[in-house]
């Protein structure tokens, strides 16, 4: 499964199906862009899905508008979105240095581990300089602290009190998705706000905006989900819920009706591990696995499975140079190689 995917999938958790199907019923032309920013890969009826697969639509708690495959990697390689283009020696060069961060024991290759704990360090870096980025966006006071009203109006452009008169008398059911989809910010902002008094710090804007990879914050994403599905309010997600909230997905994007349902039924089946029928709380968490081991695994079986050219299970500075492009970002350092597009050129 290509990481990227795995990632996008698992924050969906965050978005769900609201994020697709739903926006503010006064702004239906998308304006809002930190709700609308997506990446385009992956399975086409993969929504939602709890198991990390294939589709995944970031920011509203994720950080990334319309990255390529190629930005993702050099974001996770070098710990920061902020890039500038290189010339071949200012790639050569950084590539030898990240080499030699990773490789901690000094024995001039990468084995899994060493790429997995660069990568899950890399990550966390990642996610709190855009926590950083945006919460100076949000915090218009600069009082180093955010209030739901700031987030409301940074979100949605509306006050607390807005939304709330708004949704209030929700009837159709665009305007019902919409309630429910700000009540859900809500619960996320008080679970975020760990000292209760109100306000968000910047360390607690990060659990909101990345509450998937923080066990204590993910029980709010689990209780989205399953309110998502759960359309006959037991709490729980019975097979045919399942089904049919991809079939309804499905059917807007005109995709075969038993090619949803058989890879569906297969994914509930696995997920039932008590095979009573349901999916229940514990059940989804078990499948969400919070934190950033397991998506910093996949990205590192990503890295290898490109790098690794000669599959004896480390990489080398050798490789690692040879795919350049896979790591930072461009072009290759091979003038001969089928991905060199007249890299100087372009600088």
């Not at 997995?116 to 100076?136: A, P, R, V």
């Not at 049919?244 to 075969?256: Q, T, V």
Request: proline share 3%.
């Amino acid at each position: 499964m290509n990481p990227k995917c795995f990632i996008l999938s698992l924050m969906l958790f965050v978005m769900f199906i609201a994020q697709i199907k739903c926006s503010d019923p006064d702004h239906d032309t998308d304006q809002d862009h930190h709700e609308s920013e997506s990446v385009e890969h992956g399975d086409d009826f993969h929504h939602d899905d709890p198991s990390h697969g294939d589709d995944y639509e970031p920011h509203e708690f994720d950080y990334d508008p319309h990255q390529t495959d190629s930005d993702y990697d050099e974001d996770l390689v070098t710990g920061t979105s902020h890039h500038a283009k290189r010339t071949k020696e200012q790639t050569k060069t950084e590539i030898d240095e990240i080499f030699k961060k990773v490789d901690k024991n000094n024995d001039t290759k990468i084995d899994r581990d060493e790429l997995t704990l660069y990568i899950i360090d890399n990550m966390k870096k990642l996610h709190t300089e855009i926590t950083s980025d945006e919460f100076k966006e949000v915090d218009k006071n600069s009082d180093q602290k955010v209030s739901l009203d700031e987030y409301f109006l940074h979100k949605h452009q509306k006050t607390s009190e807005a939304l709330e008169n708004l949704t209030r008398s929700a009837n159709s059911s665009k305007t019902q998705d919409f309630a429910k989809k700000i009540q859900h910010e809500r619960e996320r902002f008080k679970a975020a706000d760990s000292d209760s008094d109100g306000f968000l710090n910047v360390h607690e804007y990060l659990l909101m905006l990345y509450p998937v990879f923080y066990p204590h914050m993910a029980h709010t994403i689990v209780h989205e989900y399953i309110e998502d599905f759960d359309t006959n309010n037991d709490g729980l997600v019975g097979k045919d819920e399942y089904i049919k909230h991809f079939l309804d997905i499905a059917a807007d994007k005109k995709i075969l009706e038993e090619e949803v349902k058989k890879k569906r039924e297969a994914e509930f089946d696995k997920y039932d591990k008590d095979k009573n029928g349901k999916i229940d709380p514990e059940e989804y968490y078990a499948i969400l696995k919070p934190g950033y081991e397991n998506p910093a695994k996949e990205e590192v079986d990503h890295l290898f499975k490109e790098t690794d050219t000669n599959k004896d299970g480390i990489i080398t500075l050798d490789e690692v140079e040879s795919h350049a492009h896979l790591w930072l970002g461009g072009e290759p350092l091979d003038e001969d190689s089928e991905y060199s597009h007249h890299y100087d050129d372009e600088l």
